[in-house]
């Protein structure tokens, strides 16, 4: 894939992201054939953005994420820095198609996981974080029918990135609990909609920020000091629509909440 090819693909994506609108596919002659071709697309579309990247998604590692964008492994995606919100934050979703929250476990890094050959431990990673944080994730896609234009699709299209919605860091000792056995649950307007735990995150979150770590040790450009990680939803994707107010309550680690509306 050449540089203009990854261009195309990346303009024509942001095109539908601005607008925001929806296509079927790219077009065969600037369309990834695998992650390095999808990565450098997904570059390319957030140096467009005129944004800076403050961090990444990972979309697809609970099961129930995998089904609802048609793959069968994560994928990893950047979070640009004006569409990551405060804690009540009121989400505008005229022009979103996939119309739901999810509940998540970020990490803030601080310190470097750069590109290199030998594999990140879990152990590397996690001396590596600094703070654990609740999150909620509203993702789109740009596809009209995201579940079946593949992996490598998705991965152009940042992984299914929208909204993220992020607290600040979780004071309590995080270090000492057991993360996957950690429960999570969602209500909407005040009814519960899901419950959920950690191990849904490709059965641990922190297994999850270790997989992102070495997706970007090989693909480029590697974990940053300072950027935050969300790792996947916790419960099954919650519908969500306009007049809408959601709340994630992760126990003893406190709750976050985020309304939706549509502009008038």
Not at 123 to 140: F, I, K, Q, T, Y
Not at 230 to 254: R, S
Request: negative net charge.
């Amino acid at each position: 894939m050449n540089p203009a090819e990854c261009n195309q693909a990346a303009a024509l994506l942001w095109r539908h992201f601005s607008a925001p609108s929806r296509f079927d596919d790219l077009p065969l002659s600037c369309r990834p054939v695998d992650r390095s071709q999808a990565y450098a697309v997904q570059a390319e579309w957030a140096r467009l953005s005129g944004e800076p990247v403050v961090g990444w998604k990972i979309a697809a590692t609970a099961k129930a994420g995998q089904q609802h964008i048609g793959v069968d492994g994560p994928l990893a995606g950047r979070l640009l820095r004006n569409r990551v919100l405060a804690p009540n934050a009121v989400i505008d979703l005229s022009g979103n198609a996939m119309r739901v929250a999810e509940v998540e476990f970020a990490f803030r890094m601080a310190r470097d996981l750069p590109m290199r050959d030998q594999p990140y431990s879990l152990d590397e990673v996690m001396a590596a974080v600094g703070s654990l944080h609740r999150s909620v994730e509203v993702p789109d896609s740009r596809f009209l029918d995201f579940a079946k234009v593949g992996a490598a699709q998705l991965i152009a299209d940042d992984a299914c990135a929208s909204w993220l919605v992020l607290d600040e860091a979780i004071t309590t000792d995080w270090r000492a609990l057991d993360l996957a056995a950690h429960a999570v649950s969602a209500s909407i307007n005040g009814l519960k909609v899901a419950d959920g735990s950690g191990a849904a995150v490709l059965g641990d979150p922190r297994t999850a920020l270790t997989w992102i770590a070495n997706e970007l040790r090989v693909h480029g450009p590697g974990l940053r000091t300072g950027d935050v990680v969300t790792t996947g939803t916790a419960i099954v994707p919650a519908p969500i629509a306009p007049g809408d107010h959601f709340e994630a309550d992760y126990g003893p680690l406190g709750r976050l909440s985020v309304s939706f509306a549509v502009a008038s």
